[in-house]
């Protein structure tokens, strides 16, 4: 059997940085601040759902958890005169409350935009699941979002990929699109990764997004990729 790894795992310590940062001094606090992280991601996947957010990072140090949203409708997360943004705070300090008593760090939320959606794996894999929860066809949907995702200039390679009973057939089945490079076993490579599901009255649709946006080193200096085999950069 082929061995899958998740490209950004694969990645971790190379060109990509964990989205939780911490350090615990005993195994007591290691097992507490991981399910704190583990129950507010949990209920920010569910609460912030539509809202297109890319992904989620926790810092903490002895006094302070700081929990930033990369999003790219800030304006929703946040709500007008920060209401929305107050509210989750206050839903976030119960929650872990409930699940830590004895969590006392003073937490804050901050907002990151994201400036080219198409960029962001995770938002390009909801987009595909709200045109499949709106009954779009799933070819159409797959050429139009590849299309889009590509039509940016720092996109060189776009995978996207649905699973399930797609269009109501009675077995599933797997479609895939694929644009451009996708270099999974090179570790240079800045290969952002998503699943999503797309809930269905026949059931649920998997969608896997893979977007190649060039090579890249530790010190995050970009290297020149050309766009296509053969094309000059």
Do not use: C
């Not at 350090?23 to 920010?44: C, M, S, T, W």
């Amino acid at each position: 059997m082929t061995h899958i790894v998740h490209p950004y795992a694969h990645r971790l310590g190379i060109i990509r940085d964990w989205r939780s940062r911490w350090f615990a001094a005993d195994k007591k606090q290691y097992r507490e601040n991981l399910n704190v992280d583990n129950v507010i991601r949990n209920f920010l996947t569910k609460r912030l759902r539509g809202m297109h957010v890319s992904h989620v990072e926790i810092e903490r140090n002895a006094t302070e958890l700081r929990i930033l949203i990369h999003t790219a409708r800030p304006g929703l997360v946040i709500g007008r005169s920060g209401e929305h943004a107050t509210k989750l705070r206050a839903e976030i300090i119960r929650i872990t409350r409930a699940t830590a008593p004895a969590h006392n760090r003073i937490i804050k939320i901050d907002v990151a935009e994201i400036r080219q959606p198409e960029t962001s794996a995770a938002v390009v894999a909801y987009m595909v699941a709200e045109g499949l929860e709106k009954r779009m066809p799933f070819r159409r949907i797959l050429k139009q979002t590849a299309e889009k995702v590509m039509a940016v200039r720092d996109v060189i390679g776009v995978r996207v990929t649905v699973s399930g009973r797609l269009g109501g057939a009675d077995m599933s089945r797997k479609e895939e699109i694929k644009k451009g490079r996708i270099p999974l076993q090179t570790f240079r490579a800045n290969i952002d990764f998503a699943h999503e599901k797309a809930y269905l009255p026949y059931g649920v649709i998997g969608i896997k997004v893979w977007i190649y946006m060039g090579d890249q080193h530790a010190d995050d200096e970009r290297v020149s990729t050309p766009r296509f085999p053969g094309h000059a950069a």
